[in-house]
């Protein structure tokens, strides 16, 4: 179907409730479309409701504000993502293996992940069972309970997992483009933490319980839940649940990354076959709705780089030259990168694949787009986060990372309502100021012959 027209469809089916959403006199637009309840309680814990049709479906996020940022202190990294781990080993009322019992009963979908600002925990079950649930998942974590001998096994496993993931050129670049990037700031080691880390992590049981104590606490946790629910029931739930839970976050000590001062380029080895992937990483401010010149990166990324850029048309369809080509920068709490990313078919194509990425980066900081298209990739971005708000687990997955960045989803309306606000010029401008040599770094990754 016509990307036009699914668009045109989805503005048509999205109409009465954006409508609705913004209610008469209100100051600004809307752009999410569902109803929201947001309150804090007492004890620092912040709750995002989201009542939507679902046919009974809900799914339940306990977003936990600490990822590989939080790990400041010299040879204690990995930790965030050891806990993503961790947190399924039960506790004295519900050990793991009642835990997983109930979980499957109840037919739910138990996961996470963890990222550099972020640890997020998932639930996707029948609304029906939500109270089973937040008394599952509340006692998690308030009452995390582990034995130095299992914490050790599970330190082990994660080691494990480092290795695996070292044998995926992706993985291995992006951890070799983190380290090059980054000086003194956390940002510089990926979620997974530094190799000689984890490999002494199973000495480290007593920091793990500090750990625990440090970011596992309500004033640093934000409850998602989204699905066919009430508000009132669900709130009275969450206050039954989590509020007499103490709170008690200590805020990491996270030195500031001083500017960059001139380009950095590192090869990087691959012992295994695969296409060479070039990398160029640009320092880039952090995530704020406020920021014109961070919002019209978005936008420059796509424009650029995206599937309907000229550069894209080049490489990827006309020529096929490139296997993959694609760029954008992550919501982020602190100043991150924008990255640009190539996979060539044939490594002779690697020094001008850079050089085609470099004449588009001169173009665009030299000429403004043009003002139709950019309105149409406006439209297109829009729509696209729209199309994805299907169901409870896609709405509470895609409010993830601009929920821990800021604490809330305020900050949906205030990006979409700043796309609308940019113009060509913004687009020349951001491209002036963040797209510089002195702010990159370039990785090129090769396989073997």
């Not at 049709?53 to 993502?81: D, K």
């Not at 030195?255 to 070039?278: F, S, W």
């Amino acid at each position: 179907m016509n990307r036009l027209l699914v668009l045109g469809l989805v503005a048509a089916l999205w109409a009465p409730a954006l409508a609705l959403a913004q209610g008469a006199g209100s100051p600004a637009p809307r752009i999410f479309p569902y109803e929201t309840h947001v309150e804090k309680l007492d004890n620092g814990l912040e709750v995002v409701v989201i009542p939507m049709p679902s046919e009974g479906l809900a799914t339940y996020w306990t977003i936990v504000r600490a990822g590989s940022r939080n790990e400041y202190e010299p040879g204690h990294t990995g930790f965030a993502h050891f806990f993503e781990h961790m947190m399924f080993r039960g506790t004295e009322r519900f050990p793991a293996n009642v835990y997983n019992e109930m979980m499957t009963r109840l037919g739910a979908d138990t996961n996470a992940f963890t990222s550099d600002d972020l640890t997020a925990y998932h639930v996707s079950f029948t609304a029906a069972d939500l109270e089973k649930v937040m008394d599952l998942e509340s006692d998690r974590f308030r009452n995390l309970s582990y034995p130095e001998p299992a914490f050790r096994t599970e330190a082990g496993a994660v080691y494990g997992e480092y290795r695996k993931n070292r044998s995926n050129p992706w993985f291995l670049l992006h951890e070799e483009i983190q380290q090059t990037a980054f000086d003194v700031h956390t940002y510089g080691h990926t979620a997974m933490g530094y190799e000689a880390d984890i490999e002494r992590m199973p000495e480290m049981y007593a920091y793990s319980k500090r750990f625990f104590a440090r970011y596992y606490r309500p004033d640093n946790v934000v409850l998602l839940i989204v699905g066919d629910v009430d508000v009132p029931g669900t709130m009275a739930l969450v206050k039954k649940y989590y509020g007499d839970w103490k709170p008690g976050y200590v805020p990491p000590e996270i030195r500031p990354e001083p500017a960059q001062t001139a380009e950095r380029r590192i090869d990087v080895p691959y012992d295994g076959r695969a296409l060479p992937i070039v990398e160029l990483a640009y320092k880039i401010d952090a995530f704020d709705p406020a920021d014109r010149g961070r919002v019209a990166a978005d936008l420059l990324a796509e424009l650029a780089f995206g599937e309907t850029s000229e550069l894209y048309n080049k490489l990827v369809l006309d020529e096929q030259s490139v296997q993959l080509l694609g760029a954008g920068a992550d919501v982020q709490r602190d100043p991150g990168l924008f990255e640009i990313v190539a996979q060539v078919k044939d490594p002779a194509n690697v020094d001008r694949v850079l050089a085609e990425i470099d004449a588009t980066i001169a173009r665009y900081r030299e000429t403004p787009p043009d003002p139709a298209r950019l309105e149409d990739m406006k439209s297109h971005l829009k729509y696209a986060f729209l199309m994805r708000l299907t169901t409870p687990d896609r709405v509470a997955s895609g409010l993830t990372r601009i929920v821990s960045a800021t604490g809330g989803i305020d900050a949906v309306d205030a990006l979409y309502r700043a796309y609308a606000a940019v113009t060509p010029e913004d687009v020349t401008a951001a491209a002036s100021k963040y797209l510089v040599d002195a702010r990159r770094a370039v990785a090129v990754l090769r396989g073997a012959q």
